[in-house]
């Protein structure tokens, strides 16, 4: 049944798979999105789960970009429907001229199909049925089957299919044979009985280049590997298990000796996500690089020790994984709503070094980053990520590091320097830069001890309830988040072509779809100069930027434009000139969204006011 108008696309459309989770699906999706990405065409997969173990509706959408583009972009090409829960829903999501493949083993009527997309049934049960017995069989290899009945409508090369399965099962030479069987029984079903390829088309090109693909959490937990962190403390929690699992494994490549095979690693999953961060705390008092991996939940429950971190000046990174929330939320959707409860985390004053990733690139850089930053600062920062960068594949230029590089482990008192006379005071602020300098236990056995604690102190760590001492130390630690602007990843900015009183703030994994975005914008004749946040605190740039338009849009994902506020406190900027442009509904930020709620408001900024003709 083909539409009178269908989509004809070559190696620019989306496809996405409705499926049920636990079917056994998630595997020959990436299959998919593997063999797209080996001939040579970008693709952005976006895996999108329920929090259950199986049973209910999981999509997963697959964005073929030849440009390159690696955001959501919205709207479906190609629908892969065989999840008969979530049918409406999907034929609804379905481009005008698109296309539905479905498995017509039980002929649908034509009512429940649109008039205007192409709809292309494969008796996929059917052919299973024929050629398996065993029932976890038949599901398997299904899903398999419209990988290739897909090879077949695509125009697939079919090669690059077999050599990933090949690759996936070398060491079970059984399930290769198996599982190409079902890959060819697919396709040639297909070729045989159905007009092919359709209108979309994968040709092979040479657009990947050298970047690789992988997803955010391995490779944040490698740069905490490179940045030099040996302990790892965490509760599970999606979606951040997966960077504490991945820490895991490449601590077992890499961090056991040779020689003797031990581990130089500890790795301590705790009773809850408390204990953790008070895990971390204690190896970091102690000189080790300590980290966990979290979400908002744990944020929460972290609250108190942060605070200690603070205060204490004791160096600590967290990853936080960011999902919907409030309290349970939304655990497998994606969201940047923790940006507030990072930024100030304990109660009382208190400022803390945020971090916001793009992609896997930066989230291996600023993993490594953070401990240099913790250890100079001496203070908890935050690597801010979300479920869309952490669980997902995205492609990203290779993760590099300097062999030559040496951990910055900042102002540090040692024994020589002790013996040589030199004034310690654990929180004496010696160069004005609001840094004091730390020892580490055991540096000498009479000198540079101190007491930690949570309570008021003076600047050599002797407690006090007097006033002036406090408000010294809490004004010294402003000093340090003031020298922290300089140090921590500044802005990047990108100015328009055209001069233009219009700019655009947006941070994290907005940033692909932002890109995208002011594409379609500069279509609909308007310009925007951009601003990419990498960090808080704000570097002095992201106010220069704001006085330099009437008005700046701040795009982010959450509901109470959490960084738009943020600017508007540490910056003291007028709220008017910050519009925002927010998306809550924990799916990825799309191109599409971005382009038309901007578009929209400078669309009526152009508009000419009706003028009172006198006669």
Known sequence: MPSSSPIS?????????????????????ELFARSVLRMGIPVAPRNIFPSNIQGLPTWYE??????????????????VAMNPQTWDKDMAGIEPGGYLLYDSTKPMPKSRFREDITVIGVPLTAICNREYTDARQRQ????????????????????????????????????????LQALHLGRDWTLQNLQCPIGLRLR?????????????????????????????????????????????SHC???????????????????????????????????????????????????QEFLGLAYFAEIPAVIFDVQRAGPSTGMPTRTQQCDVTSCAYASHGDTKHVLLFPEDPAEAFDFAADAFDLADRLQTPIFVMLDLD???????????????????????????????????????????????????????????GSFFTRGTSR?????????????????????????????????????????????????????????????????????????????????????????????FVFVVEQNRDAQLRSLIVNECSIDPVRLVPILHYDGTPITARFISRAIGDHLDALKVTPLRKVVS
Not at 212 to 231: D, H, P, Q, R
């Open 9 to 29: 696309s070559v190696n620019d459309f989306v496809v996405r798979f409705a499926n049920v989770n636990g079917s056994g699906s998630a595997s020959a999706n």
């Open 62 to 79: 697959v964005r073929i970009s030849e440009a390159g583009h690696l955001g959501a972009r919205g709207g479906t090409d190609l629908m």
């Open 140 to 179: 398997l290899f299904k899903n398999i089957m419209y990988i290739g009945a897909l090879c077949a409508l695509l125009d697939m090369d079919i090669e690059a299919t077999a050599q990933l399965v090949r690759e996936q099962f070398k060491l079970k030479e059984k399930l290769i044979d198996a599982n």
């Open 204 to 248: 092979r090109g040479k657009a990947v280049g050298e970047r690789i693909f992988i997803e955010g959490n391995s490779a944040a937990a490698l740069g905490a590997l490179y940045g030099g962190a040996t302990v790892c403390a965490w509760y599970p929690i999606t979606p951040s298990s997966s960077l504490a699992d991945a820490f895991t």
């Open 252 to 302: 077992r490549r890499l961090r056991v000796d040779p020689a003797s095979k031990k581990s130089k690693f500890a790795i301590v999953q705790a009773e809850d996500e408390l204990a953790s961060i008070g895990m971390v705390i204690g190896a970091a008092w102690n000189g080790a690089r300590a980290f966990t991996a979290t979400s908002g939940p744990g944020i929460s429950l972290m």
């Open 389 to 447: 960068i952490g669980m997902n594949h995205r492609l990203c230029r290779p993760l590099t590091w300097d062999d030559s590089r040496k951990y910055d482990r900042g102002k540090v008192m040692t024994a020589a320097d002790l013996d040589a006379g030199k004034d310690f005071g654990r929180y004496l602020d010696v160069d004005g830069d609001g840094i004091p300098y730390r020892t580490f236990p055991g540096t000498h056995p009479t000198k």
């Open 458 to 550: 003076d600047r050599y760590a002797r407690y006090t309830e007097e006033g002036a001492p406090y408000a010294d130390n809490m004004q010294r630690l402003l000093r340090k988040f003031e020298t922290a602007k300089d140090l921590v990843p500044h802005p990047l900015q990108a100015n328009a072509a055209k001069p233009t009183k219009y700019g655009v703030i947006y941070y994290g994994s907005t940033s692909p779809a932002m890109d995208e975005a002011i594409h379609m914008i500069e279509a609909r004749g308007h310009s925007l100069n951009r601003l990419r946040v990498r960090a808080f605190p704000f570097h002095s740039s992201v106010t220069s930027f704001v006085a330099d338009h009437d």
